[in-house]
């Protein structure tokens, strides 16, 4: 199947001056407040959606992981060019969480778990793979440790309650350094991280560890400025991560930041390309009995040569033996032999025994008419699919009926009457 993008990204906080009609651009994180706004500032969302959609349309982007939101609200809405948010925040501060999906995958969420306040997960169901994807924001530096450790403890339930067999892809602010180099935490982490690790990058290893994830960001060799996620004030970190089960990193083929794709100087995009493998469960046969094909006996030849065949192994003789069980074998044997056996494969229930020339024609031209129409996608060519599609339709009613009259006509006759004996007492013997 094709290839899913992930993108981790933090939008500017955009507030909206009703005296001078100008923008102020203020802190780190996203501000669409949806309390105590104007049109204008519903204005301003809306053009930061546009930028979103623009943005994920451009990077081939599918799913995207956007934090420090201040939405406060949990609902879902359409952003344009089929683009749809799912958001989520307590209060007015700048902890809200958002996934937004791409229209082909808005149709596969099967659930939606929001957590108090900072993390928020989708379950999608894509060709039979269930992937659940995260977003969440720890807390910064200056804050309490509490609140930290509330913070790793609801992200541990939310991964927890998912089953082991599903796939699951964190995008979030992490808010700490994992630092260059792995020495010790070779099975969670590359060595490519940025600069040295902190407390919060050791919280970052350790929930890792006992969840048995991966930092994607740190297996790819990049230039290091294609591994910083934050350049300010003439300082880069890296602290915008996205973790999958290290058992899928097969099916990770890159992971880079973006430089340059963004709606905010400080923050930069972190892009994830994942191809979910699919296995399909290969049905299993279900062994049915061959069978002797005494409808063949309906025909004059095969009844001849069945007669021959059975008076050859009966040894010519006039009176059969006394041994009806050595009889019978000796039947059933000649018959599998002279009339043939079938498959024992499971075939499709398709009626077909009314099939004439004029209904073989006509699916004929049809099928030739669908490869035509593949091959050179002309309005010519889809019109004289459909006209022959519409044929096959009539020719089929047409030799349904005439079958079917033929067969009630014959059951009335002597000679009919004994067809289906014979077919009965046939397959009695089976």
């Not at 609902?75 to 060019?81: D, E, F, L, V, Y």
């Not at 018959?335 to 209904?359: A, F, I, P, Y």
């Not at 059951?411 to 089976?430: H, I």
């Amino acid at each position: 199947m094709g290839d899913i993008c992930f993108m981790y990204n933090e939008i500017v906080n955009v507030l909206y001056d009703c005296n001078s009609g100008t923008y102020n651009c203020r802190g780190n994180g996203s501000d669409f407040q949806s309390s105590e706004i104007s049109d204008a500032v519903a204005l301003t969302v809306s053009g930061k959606g546009r930028e979103l959609t623009v943005m994920m349309e451009r990077s081939k982007v599918d799913i995207l992981c956007v934090q420090e939101t201040r939405w406060k609200s949990s609902k879902a809405r359409r952003i344009g060019a089929g683009f749809k948010l799912f958001y989520y925040s307590v209060d007015s501060k700048r902890n809200g969480v958002v996934v937004v999906l791409k229209e082909e995958f808005v149709r596969n969420v099967l659930e939606v778990k929001r957590v108090p306040d900072r993390v928020m997960s989708l379950k999608l169901a894509i060709e039979g793979v269930m992937l659940n994807v995260v977003s969440g924001y720890a807390p910064q530096i200056g804050c309490e440790l509490e609140e930290k450790e509330r913070f790793w403890s609801e992200l541990d339930e939310v991964i927890e309650s998912i089953p082991t067999g599903e796939r699951v892809v964190i995008g979030a602010d992490f808010n700490g350094h994992v630092g260059e180099g792995n020495r010790g935490d070779e099975e969670v982490m590359g060595k490519f991280g940025v600069k040295e690790r902190n407390l919060e990058g050791q919280m970052v290893v350790d929930f890792s560890k006992s969840m048995d994830m991966a930092v994607v960001n740190t297996y790819f060799q990049k230039r290091e400025e294609h591994r910083v996620t934050c350049k300010s004030g003439g300082r880069s970190t890296q602290v915008d991560y996205i973790l999958c089960r290290r058992g899928d990193l097969k099916e990770i083929s890159d992971c880079k930041v973006v430089v340059g794709e963004s709606v905010t100087r400080e923050y930069r995009m972190v892009v994830c390309r994942m191809t979910l493998m699919v296995f399909k469960k290969k049905r299993s046969k279900i062994e049915i009995e061959k069978k002797t094909k005494w409808w063949k006996l309906k025909k004059e030849e095969c009844c001849e040569e069945f007669r021959q065949k059975l008076k050859q192994a009966l040894g010519a003789q006039v009176v059969l033996p006394d041994d009806w069980e050595t009889t019978a074998e000796v039947i059933r044997e000649t018959g599998r032999k002279v009339l043939g056996v079938s498959s024992g494969r499971r075939k499709e229930d398709k009626e077909t025994w009314w099939w004439n020339e004029e209904v073989q024609y006509s699916i004929q031209r049809k099928r030739l008419a669908k490869k035509k129409w593949d091959m050179d996608r002309t309005e010519e060519n889809r019109q004289e699919y459909k006209e022959l599609q519409c044929r096959v339709k009539i020719e089929v009613s047409k030799a349904k009926q005439k079958a079917y009259d033929e067969l009630y006509t014959s059951l009335n006759t002597r000679e009919g009457q004994k067809d289906l004996y014979r077919w009965q007492q046939g397959e009695a013997c089976v």
